[in-house]
């Protein structure tokens, strides 16, 4: 196989010849990208933490009180869940959010 189509199914470039990284500046602005990157990296701790406790979705929902279908769309991506809500599911896996220092473009 060639490294072009390597680099197609790999989703490195688009059949269009672009990077994701090309085609997402072309559809977003910086800020909602950066928003999008900050809900990925929190929701991405939250479901490693949860995996790494071997703890279940339904257990997580008898733990902190937030429903496991909310759980399960936050872990999906399917909603944009309130800082109350990440807070409750956090807390019984040990984590909690920190207001830290934006990193320079």
């Not at 189509?5 to 559809?27: F, T, Y």
């Not at 257990?59 to 429903?67: A, P, R």
């Not at 809500?85 to 956090?90: A, D, E, F, I, Q």
Request: charge should be negative; avoid cysteine.
């Amino acid at each position: 196989m060639s490294n072009i189509a390597q680099d197609i199914i790999q989703n490195e470039i688009s059949p269009r010849g672009q990077s994701w990284d090309e085609v997402r500046k072309e559809l977003y602005t910086s800020d909602e990208m950066r928003e999008s990157d900050l809900r990925v990296a929190i929701i991405s701790e939250l479901i490693k933490a949860r995996n790494e406790r071997g703890i279940s979705q339904r257990e997580l929902e008898q733990l902190s009180g937030v429903k496991q279908p909310i759980i399960s769309r936050m872990e999906s991506g399917e909603t944009s869940p309130q800082i109350e809500t990440v807070l409750r599911v956090l807390a019984p896996l040990g984590k909690t959010l920190a207001v830290v220092p934006l990193e320079s473009d």
